[in-house]
């Protein structure tokens, strides 16, 4: 069984629902820490949604993060195999998002 803890994804944010991580086939991941940062200047929401098995839930909806502002999550979530982490904002190019954890295989 190989571990291997680095950056699963690193994105900018658009105004369409875009998937920023997949888990690989024949792969578990552990999301140990997510970070997002607001680039604009202004105060801007974003969503994030976590797909297990065709159930979709949200993890964020509509989170606000201020102008030059980030917010960030430490913790555990494990993910299977085919597992999509995804995001969308409220406007283009407002956030930058950033995924880091440990693939199983």
């Not at 680095?6 to 970070?35: C, E």
Request: charged residues 15%; glycine residues 6%; proline residues 2%.
């Amino acid at each position: 069984m190989a571990e291997a803890y680095k950056r699963l994804s690193a994105q900018t944010v658009g105004v369409t629902k875009t998937v920023a991580y997949t888990v690989p086939a024949s792969t578990s991941a552990i999301i140990k820490h997510m970070r997002i940062v607001n680039i604009l200047a202004t105060s801007q929401t974003i969503t994030i949604w976590h797909n297990a098995t065709a159930v979709e839930m949200r993890l964020l909806k509509d989170a606000p993060i201020d102008g030059g502002g980030f917010s960030e999550w430490d913790g555990t979530m494990c993910l299977a195999t085919g597992d999509t982490l995804s995001t969308q904002a409220n406007i283009a190019a407002a956030f930058e998002f950033t995924l880091y954890g440990i693939e199983v295989t």
